[in-house]
């Protein structure tokens, strides 16, 4: 048999208990390169009415406090430095089977206008195990490495 169709598994991610869900603020981020749900990156520059280029996010420090029932983690962050955290209502249009229906095949593509959290002390976000730079573990700390949370050893 051929399997003409790949899957890659990318990152989901969750807006657990988030204050910019309720209070906080929520940017329209333009991405200039691939990047999954979970993503973390900061506010760049203004590029046009309600819209902010992506830039590399500094001074995140946060920590896997616990495990989901799905299998995710819940990451606190703990500082968020100048964090924006990616997760974009993924918009899945393929209906042939279900398995392209999974919310892991989706990523926003380079150029796209992706939604982002501000992130805030004492904020968790839930995030799936591609997410992670590192192997993730309840208790380890995260920081941010190029957009992405890495697990520190």
Do not use: W
Request: hydrophobic letters at 35%; a negative charge; glycine letters at 10%.
């Amino acid at each position: 048999m051929v399997d003409f169709i790949k899957f890659t598994k990318h990152a989901c991610a969750g807006s657990s208990k988030l204050k910019a869900t309720t209070a906080g603020h929520i940017y329209n981020i333009l991405i200039e390169q691939d990047l999954d749900n979970g993503s973390v990156v900061a506010k760049g520059d203004y590029v046009k009415p309600e819209v902010y280029k992506a830039k590399d996010s500094t001074g995140f420090a946060g920590k896997i406090v616990d495990v989901a029932a799905n299998g995710n983690f819940y990451v606190e962050v703990e500082d968020p430095g100048d964090a924006v955290l990616l997760l974009q209502v993924p918009m899945i249009y393929e209906e042939y089977t279900t398995a392209m229906q999974h919310e892991s095949n989706f990523y926003n593509a380079n150029g796209d206008i992706v939604r982002g959290y501000e992130l805030y002390k004492g904020d968790i976000f839930e995030l799936s195990k591609e997410g992670f730079e590192g192997t993730p573990e309840k208790g380890k700390s995260v920081t941010i490495n190029s957009k992405k949370v890495k697990v520190e050893d």
